[in-house]
Structures are given as C-alpha cells and as structure tokens.
C-alpha cells in the first residue's frame, strides 16, 4: 500500500509577546482550522470556475484535502503546514493546482487589506465572509503572517487587515434583467441552473433556480447549446461595485432563441444608395437601351410573351 506524502503548502506565524520563545496557546489553534476551510472553499471555487460544465467536483476533492504540522520553528511561533497527498506517480510531475492558487490568494487578499487597496480580482467572492472566523482568537497587537510556499514575502494579518476583510462583503442590488446567454448546467430535480452571459464588458456564469413549466425550454437550450440560447427575464443581482450580474434572483419567464441573432451593422451603406452607385458605373448609353415601358412589360421583355414562361 502506497505511503501518503507530505508537501509544504504555506506557514503561519503568529507574532506578539504571547508568542515569544516560539509558543502557542491551544486556543490559538483555532486559527489553523479557520485558514484550513478558506483554503478548501477558495479551491473549490477555483475549479467551480475552471470547469463551469461540470456539476460536481471531483471525488474526494474536500474531503481528501488534508494539512498538518509537526513543529513549530523559530520567528516568534512558525507553524509550517504541510498537505498530505497520495504520492506521485513514477515519471509524474508536482504541479500546482487549486490549492496552490488559492493560498496565494489568501497572501493577496491580506496584503491588499492591510494596504486598503482593492481585493484581487481572481479572490470568489463567497470567500469573503470567512475571513470573519479567521484571527478571532488575536489581539489587536498581535499579527499572524502567512506565507504561500514559494512566496517571497509574508502578508501581514494585522488587526486593521482583520477588521477590513471581516466588514467587506460585497454590497449588491437588484434589477429587472432581460438576458440572452448560453445554458451551461442544469439539474432537472432541484431546478437550478447556470446561464454564460455577457454583463457589461466581461462574460459571466450566473445562477438561478427555474419552475418545473420552464424545465422543457431550459433541457433543450442545454442539450442544443452549440446553436441554441436562453432568454432569461426576471429579477437578477448586481454588485454595486462594477454592476456585473451575480445572480438570477427570480426567474418569470424563458425562451429559446438562436445562438446568433442578426446584427445591423451601420456602416453599410443603405440599399437604395447602393442601387444608385450601381446605375451611375453603367457605361453610357446603356440605359438608353431599356424600354421605357420595362414595368408594364416584363414578363415579355424577361420571358418574350405577354404570358410569361409557364
């Protein structure tokens, strides 16, 4: 039976007076758990992402997520924490993957509170609020760092980066939404699906939840989705920051609609513009030769009799 291995995966170290001589209180490692699930959540949100026409993740994906320390090393307390995962195959390469990304994001969204500067924008934004768990058992002097493996510095959780993320959940809005996209996943018990858009300037996955009279229409856009979309009206969320649409509050009616619709494109020239340049690049005299009567004699003159060709 093949030996799980163990990788390093990021370091937390707690910094203040309580910590000296590289100490933690037990309650401290409350901490550990709270930067375990954003970790996983941000993952799991990662690959969401990556795969929008999958439902599910992959097996085992959560629950054979697994991190442990073995020690504490010096720098106040340095909790280096290592992921446990099955061992590699023989000739297989260590790549990084979702769990990589996201405790480099975790290393962003701190420094970026910290700084008051903006959140980076491949952070979820479901995320957010669990930051609210995270350094509960802190004082306002003491500073927890953490650090991606392979980082150069250290993002400084400090009690003003705590207080910042802890209140930054994003504020949204609603509206009337009349939206045309691609149907990307659909579940036909619970009645929920997701629906690519375009929201502003930026392509979008949104969900919703459908009634069991839209069922037909949403499974046809889906199974024809290479030349088949969805109208969506209804009720969608918007985030106030940049008026992307996050979701489909309410959902009142769907239609089918064709992959691409007729575009007008302005800078043609109208028909009857064109008609004349037409006219006008005849060589003279060309005119000349069509009969005055051509209107009332066109079956004659087109299939030589009054009757026209049979």
Not at 17 to 43: K, N, P, S
Not at 144 to 150: E, I, M, N, Q, V
């Amino acid at each position: 039976m093949a030996i799980d291995q163990t990788i390093e995966l990021a370091s937390l170290r707690f910094d203040g007076e309580r910590f000296d001589g590289h100490a933690l209180d037990v309650e401290c490692t409350q901490e550990l758990i709270a930067y375990r699930d954003l970790v996983l959540e941000c993952a799991k949100s990662l690959w969401r992402g990556k795969y929008p026409d999958r439902a599910r993740l992959p097996k085992g994906f959560g629950e054979g997520f697994r991190l442990q320390f073995n020690r504490l090393e010096d720098g106040s307390a340095l909790v280096p924490l290592q992921r446990v995962r099955a061992p590699l195959e023989q000739g297989e390469l260590e790549l990084s993957d979702e769990f990589d990304e996201a405790v480099a994001l975790i290393d962003q969204a701190i420094a970026a509170a910290n700084a008051d500067d903006l959140l980076p924008s491949g952070l979820p934004s479901n995320v957010i609020p669990l930051f609210r768990n995270f350094g509960k058992t802190l004082r306002e002097s003491e500073v927890l760092f953490t650090r991606a493996r392979g980082a150069a510095n250290e993002a400084a959780y400090t009690d003003r980066a705590r207080k910042r993320l802890a209140n930054w959940v994003e504020a949204t809005y609603e509206d009337v939404v009349d939206v045309v996209g691609e149907v990307r996943m659909a579940n036909v018990g619970p009645g929920r699906f997701s629906v690519q858009v375009q929201s502003g300037d930026v392509s979008v996955l949104v969900d919703g939840k459908y009634s069991p009279a839209d069922e037909a229409k949403v499974l046809d856009a889906l199974h024809e989705h290479q030349t088949a979309r969805l109208r969506v009206r209804g009720v969608g969320e918007f985030s106030t920051s940049d008026r992307t649409l996050k979701r489909f509050a309410r959902v009142d009616h769907v239609d089918l609609a064709p992959a691409e619709e007729p575009t007008y494109d302005e800078t043609v020239a109208p028909i009857w513009e064109q008609l004349g340049a037409i006219g006008r690049s005849a060589p003279d005299g060309a005119w000349e030769a069509v009969p005055k009567d051509l209107s009332v004699r066109i079956d004659e003159v087109v299939y030589g009799s009054a009757e026209g060709r049979q």
